[in-house]
């Protein structure tokens, strides 16, 4: 079994989601899609009279931005960042509450905030959306105790980003560790 970490509102774990499952095809293993909140990603403003760090570090979330539109387009992904980023937290829980399969929700939830910014922390969206993968919203309640129970574990365990990979007891954050995750897995599979 693969473990990832997601957050809907992670660029990355967007970019993410088809690589995984193409590795996770390809090797014969199940994905545990977990879901770990993370900050939304945005460009600090420009300053008149920034300091060489706040320079450095809208010159650097410019070019992760640049980066992103780079491979949503060589995945033939539409990818929008907005001004003010919407939320996740609702279908983060729902995703922790969810029984059956969680693609077709991570798909037309991935496409839904990054296709049309949609607020993914609005009840009444997450579950048009769980609807429209012909799945039911989880008792909410219940999902946001689940949610919590992830994060914490998570957290502890040192999950600090999104995507985090979990395979042989190691522990990678981002997509372009999967050529050695596949690696790993099949090591492990003894292939």
């Known amino acids: 079994m693969l473990t990832v970490f997601i957050d809907f509102k992670s660029p990355a774990s967007y970019l993410a989601l088809e690589p995984t499952l193409a590795l996770a095809s390809e090797a014969g293993v199940t994905v545990e899609w977990l879901p770990f909140p993370v900050r939304p990603f945005s460009i ?10 706040e320079r450095h570090r809208r010159v650097r979330a ?16 539409p990818m929008y960042f907005s001004q003010t980023p919407a939320g996740s937290e609702t279908a983060l829980a729902a995703l922790a ?6 693609v077709p929700f991570l798909r037309a939830a ?11 922390d609005d009840e009444a969206v997450v579950a048009a959306l769980l ?6 919203l989880p008792n909410v309640t219940a999902a946001r ?13 040192g999950v600090f ?3 985090t990979y979990l395979v042989a007891d190691q522990m990678f954050v981002g997509r372009e560790h999967l050529p050695w995750i596949g690696s790993l897995i099949a090591a492990k599979l003894g292939q």
């Open 110 to 120: 991935f496409a839904g905030y990054w296709t049309a910014q949609a607020d993914l």
């Open 62 to 77: 410019i070019a992760q931005r640049e980066t992103h539109l780079h491979y949503a387009a060589v995945q033939g992904l």
């Open 161 to 163: 980003e999104s995507p």
């Open 145 to 157: 105790a689940k949610l919590e129970s992830i994060r914490t574990r998570a957290a502890e365990s």
């Open 131 to 136: 609807s429209s993968v012909q799945t039911d």
């Open 97 to 102: 509450g969810m029984q059956g399969d969680p």
């Open 44 to 53: 600090p403003a420009e300053q008149a009279d920034e300091t060489v760090g």
